[in-house]
């Protein structure tokens, strides 16, 4: 294991005041709050944006869309993985279906999301079509990847059906998933907000972005990245906490 | 003879892999089938267990039974600990508790208690083969094979394993098929040895009633050259 591709702390927060550094630098020389906002009109929108009463409101509709979203891309991406393994005609019925998702221009596939749903299933809609084929690979990767020679001797063993799936398919499926689960959960989360910021729902984060572009005003636009990149590091962090608690009780490992 | 496979022929398109080949198995013994590689050895194995069909010819008496395996490789299964990998065969065939006992009660006989909670990948090459081949033991059958189960280890581990399979056989008595192509391991495990040809594969001379704890150092010098005599004609 190289060392270097390990997240070094001191690193990361040396990176991240560098670029807090260059922010105010150009700040200061171009000195245009539509360009490039200063650090504390941004703190000042940020203040104003936490303080709003609608706050909580717009992060909690965000992230419901985002859990639904990516929820039902998880059951459909195990079950319809599971299914095409055990099935010629679901698997080779998927192939153009994610042929489909992956090469048509997924702009193309937002605006026929906007004519057909309403404004609060676009978000969660986007979301979709982005990470349900990676989910739905590793799922049917993580069952083409078990040795067959494992398969075998639970056979030879005579393993009843349900512990082979229990024991051996299930956490197969488990293991591959894992490694994903974080970068495609950040990856949902941006593309709902981008489906809010094109379908404009009530509460959003992706409307209030928008919003804020309308009034070109760049330091409310910079605070709400602030937001979505503290959402995101919680998300993650909450996740891998989870990981490790199902770690811990024995399931993965 | 309760276990047995008599004139057994097995053809791949116009290669004739096995010709007649008649072996009896004693109860609670180790048979070694000792052949050059490649005669059709798991061809063989895998007639008796079923999973492969036969062109002609009779099994006997492994149909109905549950059978233990040890494999080339050990099998072993990487997201699970040593208990979790024994305790995987046996799963179906008894309820918790009594696994947990089963499981202790084998770590117990051969020392290995202290691996318990270890998984594969914290384990080496031997040991890893050493939990394959007490998987194996701590399986209810009466018979257990062993498909070239020492192949892939360098010489320590496998007299050290060899070892570990006899004392285990000792504690539980299973009737053993060992197939391999070493001499040596079969001089140190068989009670019975089978020499098959090559291919099309016959059964060339079977040299019975060896009990291995009376065999002296100049009967077993012997008996090695008779099987390289009989392996090299």
Redesign the interface.
């Known amino acids: 294991m190289r060392n270097f591709i390990l997240i070094d702390k001191k690193y990361s927060m040396i990176s991240k005041l560098i670029i807090i550094f260059i922010w105010f630098l150009l700040s200061k020389f171009i000195n245009n709050e539509v360009m490039i906002p200063t650090i504390r009109n941004t703190l000042i929108n940020l203040m104003d944006i936490v303080k709003d009463k609608s706050f909580l409101i717009i992060i909690r509709m965000t992230l419901l869309r985002g859990f639904i979203g990516f929820l039902i891309s998880l059951f459909l991406a195990i079950v319809l993985g599971i299914l095409s393994n055990t099935s010629k005609f679901i698997y080779n019925f998927m192939v153009p279906i994610l042929s489909f998702l992956k090469s048509v221009p997924t702009m193309a596939i937002i605006i026929l999301a906007l004519i057909w749903l309403n404004n609060n299933k676009v978000p969660m809609f986007v979301g979709f079509i982005m990470v349900f084929p990676i989910l739905y690979e590793t799922v049917l990767n993580g069952i083409l990847d078990i ?1 067959y ?2 398969i ?3 056979k ?5 059906k349900t ?1 082979l799936i229990k ?2 398919y299930i ?1 197969s499926v488990f ?1 591959n998933l894992k490694a994903v689960l974080t970068s495609t959960l950040g990856l949902n989360f941006k593309m709902v907000i981008a489906g809010e910021a094109l379908a404009q729902p009530k509460y959003a984060i992706g409307s209030n972005l928008q919003l804020q572009k309308l009034y070109l005003n760049t330091p409310g636009v910079f605070a709400w990245i602030i937001i979505i990149l503290l959402i995101k590091n919680i998300l993650e962090y909450s996740l891998g906490l989870l990981i490790k608690l199902l770690k811990k009780a024995k399931q ?2 | 003879m309760k276990y047995e496979v008599k004139n057994i022929v097995k053809q791949y398109g116009k290669l004739q892999v096995l010709d007649k080949v008649s072996i009896q198995f004693e109860e609670n013994k180790i048979i070694c089938i000792l052949g050059p590689s490649g005669c059709g050895k798991t061809t063989l194995l895998n007639i008796m ?1 079923g ?1 492969l069909s036969k062109d002609y010819g009779e099994v006997i008496g492994f149909e109905k039974e ?4 040890v ?1 080339q ?1 050990d ?1 072993l ?1 990487e ?2 600990n040593v208990k979790d990998n024994v305790g ?2 046996l ?2 065939k008894m309820d918790k508790k009594v696994r947990e006992n089963v499981i202790d009660k084998y770590l117990r006989l051969v020392n290995l208690e202290e691996y318990k909670y270890y ?1 594969p990948r914290q384990l080496s090459g031997g040991m890893r083969q050493r939990i394959s081949i007490l998987r194996a033991f701590a ?1 209810p059958s009466k018979i257990l094979i062993m498909d070239e189960p020492f192949k892939s280890l360098d010489i320590n581990s496998k007299r050290t394993i060899m070892e570990f399979t006899l004392k285990l056989k000792e504690l539980r008595g299973k009737t053993c098929i060992l197939v391999t192509h070493d001499i040596q391991e079969a001089l140190t495990l068989g009670d019975k040895i089978v020499i098959l040809t090559e291919k099309p594969t016959k059964v060339k001379k079977v040299i019975e009633n060896i009990p291995i704890s009376d065999r002296s150092k100049e009967s077993n010098t012997k008996l090695k050259e008779l099987i390289e005599n009989q392996l090299i004609i």
């Open positions: 040795d020679k494992i075998d001797m639970a030879l063993y005579k393993v009843s512990t024991d051996i956490p293991i993965w490992k | 267990v999973t549950d059978i233990s395996f494999f490789e099998r299964i997201w699970k995987f065969v799963r179906d998984y399986y």
